[in-house]
């Protein structure tokens, strides 16, 4: 019998082990470029996230300067204006349909003449400007509701 054949370890195995402590002492020494980059990934995070505190300490100091109650007071009102334009548009929307219901009544749907659509009779004719348009109404038609007892309307970001 030899000398072998009563080993614990092979000589084998040692041998790959020692390459391999050397070659994690080496590593623990001179990383390589992927963990290299994995620090400074780390690093630039880490600075991003101490950006973010910071804009939000400068948030929450602007808080504590501004009045809460006027905050809240002046989106109520800008609120409010937006209910009231709200308001009359639907006025005007239910207005107008009332009123081309008595039309289309008073009319008969039957006499309507048919409308169809063609290329234009006239090449060079011009649409009449707005102001023109707005004398030309017909006076069945009522004026649009304007401010009732109300507080004058306000732009939504004024």
Same mark, same amino acid.
């Given at each position: ?7 614990? &370890?092979? @000589?084998?195995?040692?041998? $790959? ?6 070659? +994690?002492?080496? *590593? #623990? ?30 948030? &929450?100091? @602007?808080?504590?300067?501004? $009045? ?6 002046? +989106?109520?009102? *800008? #609120? ?79």
């Amino acid at each position: 019998m030899t000398q072998e054949d009563y080993e614990l &370890l092979p @000589q084998q195995v040692i041998a $790959d082990l020692k390459y391999e402590v050397e070659a +994690l002492k080496k *590593k #623990l020494t001179q990383p390589d470029a992927k963990a290299n980059e994995l620090i400074l990934e780390i690093e630039s995070m880490k600075d991003a996230v101490h950006e973010l505190n910071m804009v939000f300490e400068k948030a &929450l100091q @602007q808080m504590k300067e501004e $009045d809460v109650s006027k905050t809240f007071q002046s +989106l109520l009102e *800008k #609120l409010d204006t937006v209910v009231s334009q709200n308001e009359t548009i639907a006025k005007g929307m239910i207005a107008i349909s009332d009123r081309l219901d008595d039309f289309m009544n008073k009319q008969g749907r039957s006499s309507m003449p048919q409308v169809t659509m063609g290329p234009p009779s006239m090449p060079g004719r011009i649409a009449p400007r707005p102001e023109a348009a707005a004398m030309q109404m017909p006076s069945d038609f009522p004026p649009p509701p304007g401010p009732s007892g109300r507080k004058p309307r306000v732009g939504l970001f004024s």
